[in-house]
């Protein structure tokens, strides 16, 4: 159990365009869903933390009109890279809390972005 | 300074040895602490965690936490080559509101050589 995807798992996109990653929570309900980043031989770095219906909270330095987070769902949450542009080219990861196991996230296996 | 220090090695052993990895922090409101193991190009999987001080075992793996010293460790016993990864302490304060957030630290990649 516990088990969280991601898709797709690796996008390559021209300067400009928009991307959209999808997180899911397959066998479990997710109260909160957390985006991070993670550059190479880096921490994972928090962008954002987001709850079921209503809209996220971001960190620090991190622009949420760029970086567009949906919760629609117990079991599914979104991130959109509007305009990206070639710094956005990172490894982005979404975790899921379970609503029944608060003490505990669980990842998703990563999506690898790359903006030419 | 960081809220959590990890030191990233790389660190290598032979396949058997007992390997420690460590973290310490400085944020006293820490009360949950975890060990994340990632292999390369993949999401965290998380091994362990603990609320406050002391140990905890599953397998081959042990999880310590000092409290009073900031200090947390990670054992593996017997280790084996599908270990090496890298390995990524992470901690948060008490539930509720924005202390279910994690701060991680740098990880540290480890090699178990056969």
């Known amino acids: 159990g516990a088990v969280v995807s991601q898709h797709p798992s690796r996008v390559i996109c021209k300067s400009g365009t928009s991307v959209k990653i999808e997180c899911r929570s397959l066998?479990?309900?997710?109260?909160?869903m957390f985006w991070y980043r993670q550059f190479p031989k880096q921490s994972l770095m928090l962008m954002a933390t987001?709850?079921?219906?209503?809209?996220?909270?971001?960190e620090q330095g991190v622009e949420k009109d760029k970086f567009l987070i949906n919760h629609a769902s117990l079991t599914l949450s979104t991130l959109t890279v509007t305009s990206a542009h070639p710094e956005d080219s990172s490894f982005y990861i979404c975790?899921?809390?379970?609503?029944?196991?608060?003490?505990?996230?669980?990842f998703g296996p990563g999506t690898r972005l790359t903006v030419l | 300074q960081k809220e959590v220090e990890q030191d990233p090695g790389p660190l290598s052993v032979p396949e058997g040895a007992i390997v420690s990895l460590n973290c310490t922090y400085s944020n006293s409101a820490f009360q949950y602490f975890m060990w994340y193991r990632q292999y390369s190009r993949k999401g965290p999987e998380l091994l362990m965690y603990t609320y406050s001080s002391g140990n905890k075992e599953d397998g081959r793996f042990t999880a310590q936490v000092d409290k009073s010293s900031k200090y947390i460790s990670l054992f593996i016993r017997d280790s084996q080559p599908s270990d090496s990864a890298t390995y990524l302490c992470?901690?948060?304060?008490?539930?509720?509101?924005?202390?279910?957030?994690?701060?991680f630290g740098k990880g540290t990649l480890l090699t178990v050589n056969p």
């Open positions: 992470a901690m948060r304060g008490r539930s509720g509101g924005s202390n279910y957030k994690l701060t």
């Open positions: 066998d479990f309900q997710a109260t909160t």
């Open positions: 975790s899921a809390r379970p609503q029944d196991r608060v003490n505990e996230q669980f």
């Open positions: 987001s709850n079921e219906g209503s809209k996220a909270t971001y």
